[in-house]
């Protein structure tokens, strides 16, 4: 399959966003989207400076050990919890209100953060911080892949948490001011509670420059609605429907699965860590730690930016499985580069660690950060799209809290020792990639999420065969339907004299 199904339709827009109108706009509020993760690299990045600095150090009385895990792991606790009312208040009221409540709280902490008077005030506000944080990341991704224009839904979406590089208060702000005012609703939530003409309205703005006529407009609704109303035949949504059918057993499992990869493939060390682990190599001063930082962010953006960008050119596997083997081979680098430091006492050895650091976060830019949160988001189905999300932010972050709580400790016990066990990890996930991580590039959402109800082999095309699209009166979309009520529908308009061509994929 070379082609996507949505390519083949006529749509009512410029082939270049940035010529089109309407585009212009659903880039823009899709990027509103975008903004909602960039809180955790403004911190990640905020706490590897601070570490440096020694008044920090000075005015929080040194923490290290288990009180520097604490204060790290404090941002990602509170998502152990908090995902599961995020998912609530985006069934109940949408995808913007979820958003805009996670950006106020993020912004709330923030400043909480920044006026902290005591260790005390520095974790609680995290805290804080954490819980709005969590509450955007449920409802951005998920209003980001179901409000992006079909061309656009795959570059965009995993450009979302790449953007965690890019800064803290300033995306929460844009995020409420893009997502709230005059921001569109997600459409699958507009059919879900009966409005099929203002999504019908949505996707025309957004997708066509207003007409509502458009071809690719009307599968797009016939798809949403076609998929909600098998999903509405089948069962009412619940947390245990995970569990229920042997599809969305392995869709959960695969969301666990990265959910932990995320932060269990030695990032977090770097991450976080990139202080003491400097200083392991022999880099101790503040600005030379400053400047390493700085030009890691750097790099990292423009690499997840643009693996992101360029998403379905590649494939979400082997850019997966490639840059796992990837890490695993700088990883082992910088193992022996800290070994022969340690031992040795060279500084030489110690600089030579620092460009396999680069190459390291290199290769899980170009996939780890780009899929992050936008695979899991894409391979559920509408009823538990957020449910996933909140089970996914959930395992993910008492998988990265208890991981960030350790690492401190691991360091300074162990030291270089400390990054065979993310070697160990990496291989194991090799295997995982390879066995069990679907492709699902050029898919429409809704057939991205039949996926996983298919084998490894075939999925992907199978899954995109599932609905055939008829046309009648000269190539008109009239109706969007399963293959399994296929011969029905053809026979019903035979009967009434329709001219049917079947466009098979």
């Given at each position: 399959?070379?082609?996507?199904?949505?390519?083949?339709?006529?749509?009512?827009?410029?082939?270049?966003?940035w010529?089109d109108?309407?585009?212009?706009?659903?880039?823009?509020?899709?990027?509103?989207?975008?903004?909602?993760?960039?809180?955790?690299?403004?911190?990640?990045?905020?706490?590897?400076?601070?570490?440096?600095?020694?008044?920090?150090?000075?005015y929080?009385?040194?923490?290290?050990?288990?009180?520097?895990?604490?204060?790290?792991?404090?941002?990602?606790?509170?998502?152990?919890?908090?995902?599961?009312?995020?998912?609530?208040?985006?069934?109940?009221?949408?995808?913007?209100?979820?958003?805009?409540?996670?950006?106020?709280?993020?912004?709330?902490?923030?400043?909480?953060?920044?006026?902290?008077?005591?260790?005390?005030?520095?974790?609680?506000?995290?805290?804080?911080?954490?819980?709005?944080g969590?509450?955007?990341?449920?409802?951005?991704?998920?209003?980001?892949?179901?409000?992006?224009?079909?061309?656009?839904?795959?570059?965009?979406?995993?450009?979302?948490f790449?953007?965690?590089?890019?800064?803290?208060?300033?995306?929460?702000?844009?995020?409420?001011i893009?997502?709230?005012?005059?921001a569109?609703?997600?459409?699958?939530?507009?059919?879900?509670?009966?409005?099929?003409?203002?999504?019908?309205?949505?996707?025309a703005?957004?997708?066509?420059?207003?007409?509502?006529?458009?071809?690719?407009?009307?599968?797009?609704?016939?798809?949403?609605?076609?998929?909600?109303?098998?999903e509405?035949?089948?069962?009412k949504?619940?947390?245990?429907?995970?569990?229920?059918?042997k599809?969305?057993?392995?869709?959960?499992?695969?969301?666990?699965?990265?959910?932990?990869?995320?932060?269990?493939?030695?990032?977090?060390?770097?991450?976080?860590?990139?202080?003491?682990?400097?200083?392991?190599?022999?880099?101790?001063?503040?600005?030379q730690?400053?400047?390493?930082?700085?030009?890691?962010?750097?790099?990292?953006?423009?690499?997840?930016?643009?693996?992101?960008?360029?998403?379905?050119?590649?494939?979400?596997?082997?850019?997966?499985?490639a840059?796992?083997?990837?890490?695993?081979?700088?990883?082992?680098?910088?193992?022996?580069f800290?070994?022969?430091?340690?031992?040795?006492?060279?500084?030489?050895?110690?600089?030579?660690?620092?460009?396999?650091?680069?190459?390291?976060?290199?290769?899980?830019?170009?996939?780890?950060?780009?899929?992050?949160?936008?695979?899991?988001?894409?391979?559920?189905?509408?009823?538990?799209?957020?449910?996933?999300?909140?089970?996914?932010?959930?395992?993910?972050?008492?998988?990265?809290?208890?991981?960030?709580?350790?690492?401190?400790?691991?360091l300074?016990?162990?030291?270089?020792?400390?990054?065979?066990?993310?070697?160990?990890?990496?291989?194991?996930?090799?295997?995982?990639?390879?066995?069990?991580?679907?492709?699902?590039?050029?898919?429409?959402?809704?057939?991205?999420?039949?996926?996983?109800?298919?084998?490894?082999?075939?999925?992907?095309?199978?899954?995109?065969?599932?609905?055939?699209?008829?046309?009648?009166?000269?190539?008109?979309?009239?109706?969007?339907?399963?293959?399994?009520?296929?011969?029905?529908?053809?026979?019903?308009?035979?009967?009434?004299g329709?001219?049917?061509?079947?466009?098979?994929?």
């Amino acid at each position: 399959m070379t082609k996507a199904t949505f390519e083949r339709f006529s749509n009512n827009t410029n082939p270049k966003w940035w010529k089109d109108a309407c585009l212009r706009m659903n880039v823009f509020y899709c990027i509103g989207c975008m903004m909602c993760p960039v809180y955790l690299g403004y911190d990640q990045s905020l706490l590897v400076g601070l570490q440096a600095l020694p008044r920090w150090k000075e005015y929080f009385h040194s923490p290290s050990g288990p009180m520097l895990g604490l204060i790290t792991s404090s941002i990602m606790l509170p998502a152990i919890v908090f995902g599961f009312p995020a998912s609530w208040i985006c069934m109940r009221w949408g995808h913007r209100w979820a958003i805009m409540t996670g950006c106020i709280l993020t912004i709330v902490g923030a400043i909480w953060n920044a006026l902290s008077l005591s260790r005390t005030h520095f974790i609680v506000s995290r805290l804080i911080a954490g819980a709005g944080g969590t509450i955007s990341k449920v409802g951005a991704p998920a209003l980001l892949h179901e409000t992006a224009h079909p061309r656009l839904r795959s570059p965009l979406g995993y450009m979302y948490f790449a953007c965690y590089y890019i800064g803290s208060i300033l995306s929460s702000i844009m995020s409420t001011i893009g997502l709230y005012i005059e921001a569109p609703e997600s459409p699958r939530f507009m059919v879900s509670k009966g409005h099929n003409q203002k999504a019908l309205a949505m996707l025309a703005r957004h997708h066509a420059n207003g007409d509502e006529n458009d071809a690719l407009v009307k599968w797009e609704l016939q798809e949403i609605e076609s998929s909600l109303e098998d999903e509405a035949q089948n069962h009412k949504s619940s947390y245990l429907d995970f569990l229920r059918t042997k599809g969305n057993r392995k869709r959960l499992a695969v969301a666990a699965a990265f959910a932990i990869g995320a932060n269990w493939l030695g990032n977090g060390i770097v991450s976080y860590y990139f202080t003491p682990v400097l200083t392991s190599v022999g880099v101790k001063k503040p600005i030379q730690i400053l400047s390493v930082n700085l030009g890691l962010n750097i790099w990292n953006l423009i690499l997840a930016q643009y693996a992101g960008f360029n998403i379905d050119r590649f494939g979400r596997r082997p850019l997966l499985f490639a840059a796992t083997v990837g890490m695993i081979f700088s990883y082992s680098f910088v193992m022996g580069f800290s070994a022969g430091f340690a031992e040795t006492g060279s500084k030489a050895l110690g600089i030579c660690a620092i460009p396999f650091l680069f190459f390291f976060f290199g290769f899980y830019d170009v996939a780890w950060t780009p899929l992050n949160y936008s695979y899991a988001t894409e391979i559920m189905p509408y009823h538990l799209r957020t449910k996933g999300l909140a089970i996914y932010n959930t395992i993910q972050q008492l998988g990265n809290s208890f991981n960030q709580f350790v690492n401190p400790i691991a360091l300074q016990a162990i030291t270089w020792k400390y990054y065979g066990v993310y070697i160990a990890v990496e291989c194991l996930y090799v295997v995982l990639i390879y066995f069990f991580f679907p492709e699902t590039k050029k898919l429409s959402i809704e057939e991205v999420a039949l996926v996983f109800d298919y084998g490894m082999k075939d999925g992907r095309v199978k899954a995109a065969a599932n609905f055939r699209d008829e046309f009648v009166d000269g190539g008109d979309v009239l109706k969007q339907v399963p293959k399994v009520e296929h011969k029905e529908f053809l026979e019903k308009h035979e009967c009434n004299g329709g001219t049917i061509r079947e466009n098979r994929i």
